[in-house]
C-alpha cells in the first residue's frame, strides 16, 4: 500500500453516523490521498472494542502505512482499549467531553443509545410525517397539499430536485413539495399550480452539459438528453427564476449537504 493510500475506521458505539459525518469532513481536506473506509458499529463494551482492535490491528499487520482510527465512543472505559491499538487513534469526543463535564460540574452519562434514541415522539411523527409527505408531492405526482409545503424546490427535470427534497425532510423534518419545469409551461410564466405560494419557491439550475450527460444515462441517444434541449431548458428556468424573483442555485458540483445549507439560508427554515 503506497503512503498516498490509507485504511480509515470509524469506530463508534452506535451506528458510525457520527463517526463518519465527523472524519470525513476531516478527511476531505486532503484529497490527494486514496481512503480504504471501515464502519465498526455499536462498540459499545470493553469485549467488542477488544475485537474492533484486533480488526486493526489485522489491517495494519504488515503494511508500511498505519490506520487512521476516528473513535466516538462515550465510555472513558471503553474508549481507553484504543489507546494500544495500531494507527493514528483521533479521539472524536474524548477531550470535549472532558472539557463539558469541567465546564458543567457533572459526569458524562456514557449511555451509547442517547444521541440516536427516539426522545420527543411528537418530533419524530413529524420527522416521519415529513418524508411522507415529500414522497408523495415528488415531481408534482401530487398537488392536493401543496398548500401544506414548507419549501417547493422548482427546476427542469434531473437537476436534483427529488434527493435535495428528500435530505431537507429526512434530516430537517421539511416538507418539501417539488415541481418539474417541462414544456408545458409557458417561459417566464409561473404555473398557476404553484403560482400562490412564491414566497416557499426556491430554484434548481445546473450546467447543460452535465444535465445532458444525466440525462442521457437514463435515456441515451434521445431529444431530451440533447444538448440545444438542455440549454434551452436551463435558460428559461433561469429566465423563470429571475423575472418572478426566485432564488436559485446551481446544482454543478454541490453535494446535497451544500444545496441544503444554502436552502435552508436562503429561505429562513430551521430544523424541525
Known amino acids: 500500500m503506497s503512503p498516498k493510500q490509507r485504511p480509515v475506521f470509524f469506530v463508534s458505539d452506535s451506528t458510525g453516523i ?9 478527511l476531505v481536506q486532503f484529497p490527494d490521498f486514496e481512503f480504504e473506509r471501515h464502519v465498526l458499529p455499536f462498540t459499545d463494551s470493553v469485549e467488542a472494542a477488544r475485537r474492533a482492535v484486533g480488526i486493526i490491528r ?16 462515550r465510555a472513558a472505559g471503553v474508549a481507553e482499549e484504543f489507546q494500544d491499538a495500531p494507527g493514528e487513534i483521533i479521539d472524536l469526543l474524548g477531550p470535549h467531553l472532558t472539557h463539558l463535564e469541567e465546564a ?4 458524562r452519562t456514557g449511555d451509547a443509545t442517547e444521541y440516536h434514541r427516539v426522545g420527543d415522539l411528537a418530533r419524530y411523527h413529524d420527522r416521519i410525517d ?3 409527505y415529500t414522497f408523495a408531492h415528488d415531481d408534482a405526482q ?3 397539499h401543496v398548500d401544506r409545503a414548507d419549501l417547493i424546490i422548482v427546476a427542469p427535470s434531473r437537476c436534483g ?4 427534497a428528500m435530505y431537507l425532510a429526512l434530516q430537517y423534518g421539511l416538507r418539501v413539495a417539488n415541481y418539474p419545469l417541462t414544456d408545458d409551461d409557458r417561459p417566464g410564466v409561473l404555473p398557476e399550480a404553484i403560482k400562490p405560494y412564491r414566497d416557499r419557491l426556491f430554484g434548481l439550475t445546473t450546467t447543460p452539459q452535465r444535465l445532458s450527460q444525466v ?7 434521445s431529444g431530451y438528453a440533447s444538448l440545444a434541449r438542455c440549454r434551452t431548458e436551463l435558460r ?7 423575472d418572478n424573483g426566485i432564488p436559485f442555485i446551481n446544482s454543478h458540483a454541490m453535494s446535497v449537504e451544500e444545496m441544503a445549507s444554502v436552502i435552508l439560508t436562503t429561505m429562513n427554515l430551521r430544523h424541525r
Do not use: C, Q
Not at 457520527?18 to 476531516?26: H, S
Open 18 to 26: 457520527t463517526a463518519e459525518t465527523l472524519g470525513n469532513a476531516l
Open 142 to 144: 401530487s398537488l392536493r
Open 215 to 221: 440525462r442521457g444515462e437514463r435515456r441515451p441517444g
Open 104 to 107: 458543567l460540574d457533572a459526569t
Open 161 to 164: 430536485k427529488t434527493p435535495t
Open 236 to 242: 428559461d428556468a433561469e429566465t423563470l427564476y429571475r
Open 130 to 132: 415529513a418524508v411522507e
Open 58 to 73: 489485522a489491517a495494519a499487520a504488515g503494511s508500511a502505512v498505519k490506520p487512521i482510527v476516528f473513535v466516538t465512543v
